[in-house]
């Protein structure tokens, strides 16, 4: 598993598992039900876009997005 600490980060995730399931970022909007140009500020790490159509494309690519506080973890 792989920590997410900002939006290019988690844009680059989701970059990375696209083209390894080598599908184009058209074929991606298209599976989803969102914009082509959502899916290449979603890539690029924009800050501000939409938690809920992100979360969108990462459940398409099979992707599972978990959070934990630092506080669960054992010194």
Do not use: H, N, Y
């Not at 600490?5 to 058209?26: N, V, W």
């Not at 790490?45 to 506080?69: D, E, F, H, N, Y």
């Amino acid at each position: 598993m792989q920590s997410v600490i900002d939006a290019e980060r988690f844009g680059s995730l989701i970059r990375a598992e696209r083209k390894a399931q080598r599908l184009t970022q058209e074929e991606l909007a298209g599976l989803t039900g969102v914009g082509v140009r959502f899916v290449r500020e979603l890539e690029a790490g924009k800050p501000s876009c939409q938690i809920g159509r992100a979360l969108q494309v990462a459940a398409a690519l099979g992707l599972t997005v978990s959070v934990g506080s630092g506080r669960e973890r054992a010194p």
